[in-house]
């Protein structure tokens, strides 16, 4: 059932009364979802052991760390650490079978993100980047399909776009939820080829204007250089600058139908059009293409043209390098900033063996002896970290405004970086951000952000205590030296949230 | 985690300052620094235009509009070098869309300033790299690593809850030796080094003499934040309301008063600390070549860019100077644009450490950086 705004403030006014009278379980199920308080709030057992488990790495690694009681549900999976985690993340590799009722509800009110491709452009670019970073945050702390929300994170950044350019503006909305989001688990193959027709790549990397109507023009090189470098290949992935003229070449004729020209209508529409399409032979990457000869007519010339970028995408997506390339990515977010050549090989066998097919691949990954040992060594990125200490201590928040100042502050706001590469993953460029988190631990702690609440007391009792509650946020028992700076601070929750061991994971 | 950072080590700090003055509103280059010997400047302005004889004389062929004298000094030291028929490529003449593309350098993601923090090797990851003076990060820091927004010192804090906090946080990142306790301990510093400043009354040095207004404030936080050396690499300020489109001297003349006093007083103020530290001030587009009939000026495309710093070769007046006949005037009357303003930027940012990667700083645009350093 769609719960509008509308609907919403037409049933919020008695909604409150209501509640008095009849209680929670007989309220529509659309109302008691935002009243309900927080999952998992009665008493839970804490992780009990000196070091991380890896019930509690894979809560980390393949999730924003745990929420309260959920390290507890998670381990009761397996009969050991080992076999529990190995459970989770199989079940989170199949997140359509996860029910996520209360993130959809939440997202709900973010309106303009169902809206379809056309209708974006009655919206303020404001409120669209404001509901895309808020309706991300809201996910990536609330949702039960944390993997997903990983991995929707990690190919935002490997297709980075940042729709600060052009309509971009608007149609970045549509990427996130028609690329990224529909293929985050998918097939690589997919994803790319989404990738490479959604209207705001097109915009943002120049795919729009990359046209040859005669032989003066010169092909725009952009898209084609970074699907190459960074999409695909890899920077040392074994291809020349020919090679990137080649495939701007086969590219050549896609384009978008922009707000500031000529026809007004269907805007955002993406287009081939063969007369800007470069016909002649070409060559990628030892692979010949053929002309397009002029004696076809024009639908089959047209097929033909259209049919060079899927071409292109099949040689790319098949080479080795691409497996290689991807698989290092995925291995320095979910192992090490500096991955094992060994673990990369096996993932990348993966990939290749699966033709590229990502949960195939991650769970090559999962299944590695190397990561299973590579324990509490990253360092969370700024997001990474605002979620987790919003999950950590269970609060009821509205991804406001205020928390989104926060990740700009540091630098990692979604969707706020200028360029193609997406934001780092390795920890050296997020150290500056120590303060920032200090700052937000004492904000969150003493409830001093608008629209977030925590409640302090309750958690405390339902974890058993400082020890347990310690023990909950740095999954593991605290040492001598926490557990004392923990009762000196006079602060202690925010002291957790912005000790060096929540830094990390 | 190797590879600390020790941007926190009293004369350790190697890093380069570069401070960013936006002048929003489009300001009139032609009654800042005004072309004397252009006869078309005083049949444009009859009204409104400076006199030779009140000018302040640059090099015979410019003179500075006499509220800005204090610049004169900065001027002859060789340490101040004006652009003029500067600007950027946009010619819609709306400040948004100007301000806009100047900030972003071109469609294109992020800012320029927020590109080069990233581009930069040390990938400024310092808590106190990126400052923006002010109440929000300006468009041109967009995309930076971690970006510092204060109104004063007091906003680089833990707030009042925070004093026990932080000895508690001494504790627990001062027992480890890797990379992310070595950046705790440099943030504790930074934080302990700013109480510090917040608590002394600051002495200007070398008699300068600042002015009691915001942008002679906002310069005041920055040279002292420079002074203390906490590792400050790229900062924005702003100094607003420059678009004069009736009554230009009543508009103007209070701002350039502004502009000239606290900039001087930043240069004497810092003194030897200017040997590594780089002012840029830029608009987003000059004004018509013509007043106007309410002794004002209107939109137009080119104006004039200062910049102030260590090493660079001034005392000159540099780009081409169009000249004023009507054939050369663009669109309805407007100074063309002669030195895109990237190509003022792009030496000084090969200055504060980055070159190779200045590509991706200023993206699709051949940069022709201006000779500013010999």
Not at chain 2, 44 to 56: F, N, Q
Request: aromatic share 8%; glycine share 10%; hydrophobic share 40%.
């Amino acid at each position: 059932m769609n719960l509008t705004r509308r609907k919403f403030l037409k049933v919020g006014g008695s909604s409150a009364a209501l509640l008095a009278t009849v209680g929670c379980d007989r309220l529509p199920r659309e109302v008691r979802a935002l009243y309900e308080p927080a999952k998992n709030s009665g008493p839970f057992a804490p992780p009990a052991s000196e070091q991380i488990d890896a019930v509690t790495h894979a809560l980390n690694r393949a999730a924003f760390g745990a929420r309260p009681g959920e390290y507890e549900r998670v381990k009761k999976q397996g009969a050991t650490p080992d076999e529990a985690a190995a459970a989770y993340l199989d079940h989170q590799l199949s997140p359509e079978k996860i029910p996520d009722d209360e993130t959809d509800y939440a997202v709900r009110r973010f309106e303009t993100l169902a809206q379809p491709l056309g209708e974006l452009f009655e919206y303020q670019e404001e409120l669209l980047q404001n509901e895309l970073m808020r309706g991300t945050l809201t996910r990536a702390v609330l949702s039960e399909r944390q993997l997903f929300e990983v991995m929707v994170q990690f190919w935002s950044d490997h297709f980075n776009i940042d729709p600060s350019k052009g309509d971009a503006k608007w149609l970045k909305v549509a990427d996130d939820r028609e690329v990224i989001r529909r293929h985050a688990l998918g097939k690589f193959a997919d994803l790319l080829r989404a990738s490479a027709l959604s209207p705001a790549m097109l915009w943002y990397l120049d795919g729009r204007v990359n046209r040859r109507e005669n032989r003066k023009d010169k092909p725009n090189e952009n898209y084609a250089r970074e699907l190459l470098e960074l999409h695909t290949l890899g920077v040392h992935g074994g291809y020349t600058q020919r090679d990137v003229m080649e495939v701007a070449r086969c590219l050549t004729g896609w384009t978008v139908r922009s707000r500031n020209r000529p026809p007004y209508f269907e805007i955002g529409k993406v287009e081939f059009k063969l007369h800007q399409h470069d016909c002649d032979a070409k060559e990628v990457l030892g692979q010949k293409i053929s002309a397009i000869p002029d004696r076809l007519n024009k639908e089959d010339r047209e097929r033909l043209g259209q049919r060079e970028l899927d071409r292109v995408l099949e040689i790319v997506t098949r080479h080795p390098s691409t497996a290689k390339h991807i698989s290092t990515k995925l291995c320095r977010r979910f192992i090490a900033d500096e991955p094992p050549a060994g673990a990369i090989e096996k993932v990348a066998d993966a990939f290749t063996q699966s033709s590229g097919d990502i949960r195939a691949t991650l769970r090559a990954l999962f299944a590695s002896e190397e990561f299973r040992r590579a324990r509490g060594n990253k360092f969370k990125r700024p997001f990474h970290y605002i979620v987790s200490a919003l999950r950590a201590t269970g609060a009821k928040t509205d991804a406001g405004l205020e928390i989104i100042d926060y990740l700009r502050r540091m630098g990692h706001a979604p969707f706020n970086y200028p360029t193609p590469d997406g934001y780092p993953e390795p920890a050296a460029p997020w150290l500056g951000t120590l303060l920032w988190r200090w700052n937000f631990a004492l904000a969150v702690s003493e409830n001093k952000l608008k629209g977030t609440r925590i409640d302090f007391a309750t958690l405390q009792k339902n974890s058993g205590g400082d020890d347990g509650l310690m023990a909950h946020l740095l999954g593991r028992k605290p040492t001598a030296d926490e557990a004392q700076a923990y009762h000196e601070s006079g602060a202690g929750l925010a002291l957790m949230l912005a000790s060096p061991a929540f830094q990390r994971c | 985690m190797s590879d600390a950072q020790s941007f926190l080590t009293g004369n350790g700090d190697q890093r380069q300052t570069l401070v960013v003055i936006f002048l929003r509103g489009g300001a009139d280059g032609l009654n800042l620094v005004a072309p004397l010997e252009d006869d078309g400047y005083y049949r444009a302005r009859p009204r409104i235009a400076i006199s030779r004889r009140e000018c302040v004389p640059l090099d015979g062929f410019y003179g500075l509009n006499p509220l800005l004298k204090k610049l004169e000094p900065a001027y002859k030291d060789g340490s101040l070098a004006i652009v003029h028929a500067a600007g950027s490529e946009d010619a819609t003449r709306s400040h948004f869309e100007a301000q806009d593309l100047m900030e972003h350098a071109g469609i294109t993601g992020g800012g320029w300033l927020g590109r080069f923090l990233r581009a930069h090797n040390t990938a400024a990851s310092g808590p106190l790299a990126a400052v923006a003076l002010g109440r929000a990060i300006p468009e041109c820091l967009r995309g930076a690593p971690a970006t510092t927004v204060l109104q004063s010192l007091d906003d680089f804090s833990l707030g009042t809850s925070g004093a026990r906090l932080t000895q508690s946080l001494a504790r627990l990142y001062g027992m480890q030796t890797d990379m992310l306790a070595s950046a705790g301990r440099d943030t504790l510093a930074a934080i302990r080094r700013v109480e510090q400043l917040r608590h002394e009354k600051y002495q200007p040095a070398n008699g300068a003499d600042y002015g009691p207004d915001d942008f002679s404030r906002g310069l005041v936080q920055i040279a002292r934040l420079i002074k203390a050396r906490v590792g400050l690499q790229a900062v924005s300020l702003d100094l607003g309301g420059w678009d004069s489109h009736f009554g230009q001297g009543t508009l103007m003349d209070p701002l350039m008063t502004r502009l000239a006093r606290g900039l001087s007083a930043f240069y004497q103020d810092l003194g030897d600390e200017m040997n590594h530290t780089t002012v840029v001030a830029m608009t987003e587009f000059g004004r018509r070549v013509e007043e106007n009939s309410a002794f004002g000026t209107d939109h137009g495309r080119g104006s004039v860019m200062f910049v102030l710093g260590g090493g660079i070769k001034g005392g000159r007046v540099l780009g081409t100077w169009p000249g004023l006949s009507r054939d050369v005037l663009e669109g309805p009357g407007d100074l063309p644009v002669t030195t895109n303003y990237r190509n003022v930027l792009a030496p000084i940012l090969q200055r504060h450490g980055v070159s190779e990667k200045l590509k991706q700083v200023f993206p699709d645009f051949e940069l022709h950086p201006l000779p500013m350093y010999g």
